[in-house]
Nanobody, 129 residues
Framework: QVQLVESGGGSVQSGGSLRLSCAAS????????MGWFRQAPGKEREGIAA???????????IYADSVKGRFTISQDNAKNTLYLQMNSLKPEDTAMYYC???????????????????WGQGTQVTVSS
């Protein structure tokens, strides 16, 4: 049974940092593409960062323009854990953050939430001005 468990959310002031973690279990972690998404109240879920694990990708990463240069996605394969380092946080980053796993990686759809099969329960990030 695939399980994804996020942690590390919290409340910070604008300009602060947080690191989110996503512990994965129940599948071959190395084979599924992984992504981070967020959803603010009244808004659609937004793909913000992902790791490509297709054969030719060499583990490349992709970011939404809204977080590029501020957020960094990484992973520890030995721990089956995905991370999201968030720096220079802004009030507009306030949202519920989710990690997700895509069994059949499609490189050009890594920020498309509809392509992900497994989801964590989410962790709340609140940034105050």
């Amino acid at each position: 049974q695939v399980q994804l468990v996020e942690s590390g959310g919290g409340s910070v002031q604008s300009g602060g940092s947080l690191r989110l973690s996503c512990a994965a279990s129940g599948y071959n972690y190395r084979s599924y593409c992984m992504g981070w998404f967020r959803q603010a109240p009244g808004k659609e879920r937004e793909g913000i960062a992902a790791i490509d694990k297709t054969i030719d990708s060499d583990g490349s990463t992709i970011y939404a323009d809204s977080v590029k240069g501020r957020f960094t996605i990484s992973q520890d394969n030995a721990k089956n854990t995905l991370y999201l380092q968030m720096n220079s946080l802004k009030p507009e980053d306030t949202a519920m953050y989710y990690c997700a796993a895509m069994p059949r990686c499609v490189s050009w759809l890594l920020l498309d939430s509809s392509e992900y099969r497994y989801w964590g329960q989410g962790t709340q990030v609140t940034v105050s001005s």
